[in-house]
C-alpha cells in the first residue's frame, strides 16, 4: 500500500445554521449553505492548505453536503486536485428530517447527560453509527491508495464529528476518551502526517475534561455505575 504523505481534514465554514438553528425547520439539513464568513473562513483555510501541499496534488472526499461542496469551493486548490469525490460516509451526523430545533434541543441535552457516543437521535443516528461508515469509509481508502497512481495527499471535506470519529478509529481512542473532546470550529484543520512509517495528529482536538486515550468506562465515577 502507497499511503499518503498526509491525510488532511476539514471542516466546512461557518452554515446558516450554525448562524440561525430555525433554518433547520424549513431547509433540510443536506442543502443548508455557507455564510459570507463561512466562505471567508474557507478561504483562509485554502491557504494553509495550500502551503502544506506544497505544490503536490491532492484526492478530495467531500461530504454531499452543500456547505461542504461550498467549503471546497472556497478551498481554491485549483489544479493540485487531481480528483474529487463524493463520499456520503463523510455526511454530517443525521439528526431528523426537517428539524425542529426545540425538540433537537430537548434530545441534546438527552444526549449530554447520556453520552454523545451511544444516544441515538429519533430519526437519526447515534455517534457509534457514524463511527461505523466511517470504519467502513476508511477500508475504501485502503484500496485506492493500493492504487500505483494515487496522489500523494489526501484531503476530506468533511464535519466536526466525523473529523473526531475518523481519529477514533485511526488511533483506537477508547469511547470515553472521545466524549472529552470537542468539535474543531469552522473550518478548522486537522492533519495526519506521515512519520517514520506512522502517522501522527499534528493538532490535539481539545478537551472540555481530561482523559487520556487509553481511558475506559471501568474509569468513569463510581456514582453514575
Not at 498526509?6 to 452554515?15: C, K, L, Y
Not at 517514520?196 to 456514582?223: C, I, K, N
Amino acid at each position: 500500500m502507497s499511503a499518503p504523505r498526509q491525510i488532511i481534514m476539514v471542516r466546512h465554514g461557518q452554515s446558516a445554521a450554525n448562524f440561525d438553528q430555525s433554518i433547520y425547520n424549513r431547509i433540510p439539513d443536506y442543502r443548508i449553505p455557507l455564510t459570507e464568513s463561512g466562505v471567508a473562513q474557507a478561504k483562509v483555510a485554502g491557504e494553509s492548505i495550500r502551503r502544506q501541499l506544497d505544490g503536490q496534488k491532492v484526492c478530495v472526499y467531500v461530504s454531499p453536503y452543500l456547505r461542504a461542496y461550498q467549503t471546497l469551493e472556497a478551498l481554491n486548490l485549483g489544479d493540485l486536485v487531481e480528483r474529487t469525490i463524493e463520499e456520503p460516509r463523510l455526511r454530517e451526523q443525521d439528526w431528523a428530517n426537517f428539524q425542529n430545533p426545540a425538540e433537537i434541543a430537548d434530545q441534546k441535552e438527552l444526549r449530554n447527560a447520556y453520552g454523545h457516543f451511544f444516544y441515538r437521535f429519533r430519526e437519526g443516528e447515534s455517534g457509534s453509527d457514524v463511527f461505523d461508515r466511517v470504519s467502513s469509509f476508511m477500508e475504501t481508502l485502503y484500496r485506492h491508495w493500493s492504487k500505483p497512481d494515487y496522489a500523494p495527499n489526501t484531503l476530506l471535506v468533511t464535519h466536526g464529528l466525523t473529523m473526531r470519529l475518523f481519529c477514533m478509529r485511526w488511533f483506537h481512542w477508547s469511547v470515553e476518551y472521545f466524549e472529552s473532546l470537542n468539535n474543531p470550529g469552522n473550518a478548522q484543520i486537522r492533519s495526519l502526517l506521515a512519520d517514520s512509517g506512522r502517522y501522527r495528529l499534528d493538532t490535539p482536538f481539545e478537551q472540555w475534561t481530561y482523559a487520556h486515550p487509553g481511558t475506559t468506562v471501568m474509569d468513569a465515577p463510581t456514582h453514575l455505575w
